[in-house]
């Protein structure tokens, strides 16, 4: 049996955001060794270039930021002309710093970093969701966080942005389950990224990137609609939600400080 993804006979088709490193660069290398054609977002036009120069599917690259939804749509508008709708479409790009809400520097920080980690996301989906809905079939694929499950001191950035998207996600697949068209929701623990390599603390049951994506594939396979990746990191995120507030706010006061610079 063939080891490439095929879906009625039919090439896997799979577009990216945040293709340029990390979980993103994970997700187009193993879904290119698995045989989909790909369409890729990022800023870095570039690194685009780098990852599609080792990929021998089809591949179209796209040096845009997802904050221009214009741009988007003029992406996806060319990869839907080429290739047909995707069958996947995964919103990964995002960005994570410290912030502290007291600090009047920190408002343009706040502003980019939901921009980018939940604006981002709405303006992926956007331009195909119209072709989902016509096909009656089709998967939106979004890259979350355990920090968006409750409020950590020090983030409030980057948790709200999570938080939200969390939320919007799960609006969005029900939204979307009249139409045939599934809505995955990721949230991911620790993870060995750029993102991770600043942060000064200890980072419990961190997983390597490519194992990780590996799961993530498993789970958007599987059509999941919310997951949290480790597994033990689901049992935290578990205890997050049930801890009483006055129980969360004495553990978390003392608990590790992103530094605030902006990562991507």
């Known amino acids: 049996m063939s080891e490439k993804i095929a879906i009625k006979n039919k090439t896997l ?3 990216i955001t945040g293709a340029t490193s990390g979980i993103g660069d994970s997700l187009a290398r ?3 060794n698995q045989g989909a054609t790909l369409g890729l977002v990022g800023r870095r036009l570039e690194l685009l270039q780098k990852i ?4 021998k599917t089809p591949c179209e690259i796209y040096g845009i930021d997802v904050t221009d939804q214009k741009d988007l749509q003029k992406a996806a508008n060319h ?3 080429k290739y047909g709708a995707p069958d996947i479409v995964i919103a990964n790009a995002g960005v ?6 007291g600090e009047k520097e920190d408002l343009r920080t706040f502003k980019r970093v939901i921009e980018i980690n939940l604006f981002g996301v709405i303006h992926t989906f956007l331009p195909f969701i119209e072709a989902f809905k016509k096909q009656k079939t089709g998967q939106l694929v979004g890259i979350a966080s355990v920090a968006g499950i409750r409020g950590l001191p020090g983030s ?3 948790s709200a942005s999570k938080a939200a998207l969390i939320n919007y996600l799960e609006s969005l697949r029900i939204e979307m389950k009249p139409f045939g068209i599934h809505v995955t929701t990721i949230a991911p623990g ?3 990224t750029p993102m991770t390599k600043h942060n000064r603390y200890a980072m419990p049951f961190i997983l390597d990137v490519d194992v990780a994506v ?3 594939m498993k789970a958007i396979q599987n059509k999941k609609g919310f997951v949290i990746i480790p597994w033990q990191m689901d049992i935290v995120g578990t205890i997050m939600k049930l801890l009483p507030t006055s129980m969360w706010d004495f553990l978390a006061k003392s608990g590790p400080k992103k530094n605030r610079k902006m990562i991507q």
């Open 156 to 158: 409030g950035a980057y």
């Open 52 to 55: 599609k120069s080792k990929i």
């Open 13 to 15: 088709k799979v577009f």
């Open 30 to 32: 193993q879904y290119a």
């Open 190 to 192: 620790f993870i060995h």
């Open 96 to 101: 994570s710093t410290g912030t502290l809400a």
């Open 214 to 216: 590996s799961r993530f």
């Open 79 to 81: 990869f839907i002309k």
